[in-house]
Structure formats: C-alpha cells, structure tokens
C-alpha cells in the first residue's frame, strides 16, 4: 500500500541501491515513486549517474560474447527460467505495478503472465542460428546468417514497463544481444 512516509536519512532503503553486474550502487539523490491513485509514497528509484550507466553498458558488453556462446537452447533455457520467476513473483510484481502506475490490478496480473509468456516464447521462435537459403542455383548459393548485434538499450514507460520493457528485453536476450 505504499510507506507512510520516508525511510531514515542514510539508511540504505532511503539511498534506492541497485545492482550493476553483481555489485551494489548507492545514489546520492533519488526520485520519489508516489501512486498516481493514491498518492501514497510507493518508494524510492535512483537517479543514476552517467557514470553508472557507463559502467551497466561496459558491464553488458563484456558480457555480450558469454550470452551470445549459450546458443539458442542455452539462451532459450534461461529465459524460461525468467518465465518461472515471473509467475513465482506475479502476485508481489502485480501489487507493485499497481501501486507505482494506479492501474486495476487485474491489468497488472494479464500483463505479467503476458511478459512471462514473451520470455518463454522468445527463446523458441527467435533462433538466430538458423540459416536462410536465399537462392542455389549450382554455381553460387546465397544464404543470410544472423548473428546478435552486442548491447542493446530497452526503455519503458512508467505506464506499462512490464510489458512495454520485457517484451523487446526478452527478444533482444533470445537474439543473443546483452541489454
């Protein structure tokens, strides 16, 4: 239902920590996340630094080669386990996009069994491995190859991230891209 008020100055919910391949960051000012339908405060988003945005892309990128050497089943099986995490968390994610967005809960709960859906199917129908023959005409052959482009930036709206964020996270991840 959101705080009453404001954590303790300095204490480690009022820095909104997150993680950047593996380590923890603390920000020196944050944003308040406050429910458009109730006005109560929902928590607190760090206002990250370019710094720490350079160190997410450089993080992602040197774990781009690692990703994309999983192959499609490697891949595939690792965004079904996002899937099952998902639905593991629905309720708790559904009440925390309702709380942030105002949404019915109701809508929450269809758009996370739709991103948990996204995650499961990407992996499957997003093989990049396979080849398309184009033409072979006994002289020549001609074949387009697809292969994952590196990092790749998602940004969603405040109105529908789980959906509007995770749909194109999880194709980028299936393609074998960092994001």
Known sequence: D??????????LSSRAPMVIDGNIF?????????SPATGNLVGLAPQV??????????????????????????RCAMLKKCAAVIRENAEALATLQTNESGRPIAETRIELMVAAACFDTAGLRLN???????????????VVRRSPV???????????????????TSCALACGNTV
Do not use: F, H, M
């Open 26 to 34: 603390l920000t020196d000012a944050t944003n308040r996340v406050v």
């Open 150 to 168: 590196g990092v790749v930036a998602v940004i969603a709206p405040w109105n529908a991230p789980i959906v509007l964020g995770w749909k194109p």
């Open 128 to 142: 990049i491995e396979e080849e398309q023959e184009i033409d072979d005409d006994g002289e020549k052959r001609v």
């Open 2 to 11: 959101g705080w009453s008020e404001l954590p303790p100055e300095g204490s």
């Open 49 to 74: 630094t370019a710094e720490q945005i350079d160190y997410a892309a450089v993080a992602a990128a040197n774990a781009a080669q690692g990703w994309a050497c999983l192959g499609s089943s490697g």
